[in-house]
């Protein structure tokens, strides 16, 4: 069953091309931090940072328990646990964030070999992806602001 993921604007989850009813606000969080992470495992203690600042045993339990009521929603092996982490079971390309990057990432490569009509389309294409702030509809959404910086930082080399 293909599973998509829209993060840029309120979180639309789809599966089989029909949207899910959206799950509680910090599950959704959970789904956030994972589809920012596409097929990267991360590490529990990772997840919980991020949403609540911190990692006691209390906030993991929330977790697992977030994860098993995603599992119900996505379908049981759409979140795997590995290790002392979770890895979203999705294709990059069914998560908007990602294709949004990658064609950005291809209209700025167009253009720069004087390309424009190709550049043209991918900026487009990436434009109607973007339906509005990323994680818009998300509590406390600042848990996004670390990864930001950390791209715009590894991208920059410094």
């Known amino acids: 069953m293909p599973i998509s993921i829209h993060v ?7 599966r089989d091309g029909e949207e899910i009813h959206p799950p509680a ?7 956030a931090v994972l589809a920012s992470h596409p097929g990267e495992v991360v590490a529990r203690e990772a997840i919980s940072q991020r949403i609540w600042g911190s990692a006691t ?8 328990s977030y994860v ?13 646990l590995v290790g002392v982490g979770y890895r979203l079971n999705v294709e990059d390309e069914q998560i908007d964030e990602v294709q949004f ?9 167009h253009v720069s070999q004087g390309r424009f009509r190709e550049a043209r389309a991918h900026l487009e294409a990436a434009l ?20 930001l910086r950390r791209r715009h930082h ?5």
Not at 26 to 31: A, G
Not at 57 to 64: E, I, V
Not at 101 to 108: A, D, I, K, N, S
């Open 8 to 14: 840029l604007g309120p979180q639309i989850i789809m």
């Open 25 to 31: 606000p910090q599950q959704r969080r959970v789904l």
């Open 57 to 64: 045993a209390q906030q993991l339990r929330s977790l697992q």
């Open 68 to 80: 098993s009521h995603l599992r119900t929603i996505l379908g049981a092996h759409a979140i795997e």
């Open 101 to 109: 990057r990658h064609h950005v990432e291809r209209g700025l490569n």
């Open 128 to 147: 109607k992806l973007y339906r509005g702030k990323p994680y818009d509809d998300l509590p406390n959404g600042d848990f996004t602001e670390p990864r």
């Open 154 to 158: 590894d991208r920059v080399g410094g």
